[in-house]
């Protein structure tokens, strides 16, 4: 397996535009997370899903960022209108139930 | 809420040396512990995996202790190398409420050639 997938890995965009992240977990996982990444909080986790479905999102900071997973192989996180303190690597990950988490490359967000 | 700690936050060292970092997390109901490496600008890389029910799990120079009762892991690095310079992340998974990852902030781990 390629591991978890990410795209892209690199997005800078104005402030008030849709950003639109993207992730393919491993073939088989049942449990996708979302995280972002600053200096100054360090990882958080966003929401995540259990069989395509969003479990807990209640660290999604505003109703500007959401997340759907369409099916078990795919999942979006979308922010819009996008502000300059959303800027962060956000990261995906994906694992069986309280089994190993692997991790995305990351998609580093600038909002200028 | 669960709360796991990383000290220190940066730690230099010369080559060759062993190094111990340390985790600590608040709450002992944990299903497992997790230890990371993370590149500057990368993604985080799986090191090892310590399920509550285990004291230790090594993997060629990395070896990682659990103490579940007192809230403690240690990540034990033998014979340091450059290559090893990187930021240590540990996580646990908590048995209750969600299913996600608590992370500790990290030690930035210099190894000084």
């Known amino acids: 397996d390629a591991g978890v997938i990410q795209s892209p890995r690199h997005e800078v965009t104005e402030m008030g535009q849709e950003v639109t992240l993207r992730c393919k977990p491993i073939s088989g996982h049942d449990y996708l997370f979302w995280y972002r990444q600053t200096m100054m909080r360090g990882l958080e986790l966003l929401i995540y899903?259990?069989?395509?479905?969003?479990?807990?999102d209640s660290g999604m900071p505003e109703d500007r960022f959401s997340a759907k997973m369409p099916n078990a192989s795919f999942s979006t996180l979308k922010i819009q209108p996008s502000e300059p303190r959303d800027s962060a690597v956000y990261f995906c990950?994906?694992?069986?139930?309280?089994?190993?988490?692997?991790f995305g490359q990351g998609t580093r967000l600038t909002v200028v | 809420k669960q709360e796991v700690t990383q000290i220190p936050a940066a730690l230099s060292v010369p080559e060759g040396e062993n190094l111990v970092l340390n985790c600590s997390f608040t709450?002992?109901?944990?299903?497992?512990l997790q230890w990371f490496r993370q590149d500057p600008g990368k993604g985080l890389t799986s090191l090892l995996l310590?399920?509550?029910?285990?004291r230790e799990q090594t993997s060629g120079r990395l070896n990682a202790s659990l103490d579940k009762s007192s809230g403690r892991s240690t990540l034990y690095i033998a014979a340091s190398q450059p290559g090893d310079s990187a930021t240590y992340l540990c996580a646990v998974h908590q048995q209750t409420g969600a299913n996600n990852l608590f992370f500790g902030t990290g030690t930035r781990l210099t190894v000084i050639p």
């Open positions: 990950a994906s694992s069986l139930k309280n089994t190993e988490a692997f």
């Open positions: 709450d002992s109901a944990i299903y497992n």
């Open positions: 899903f259990n069989n395509n479905v969003p479990i807990d």
């Open positions: 310590i399920q509550s029910s285990q």
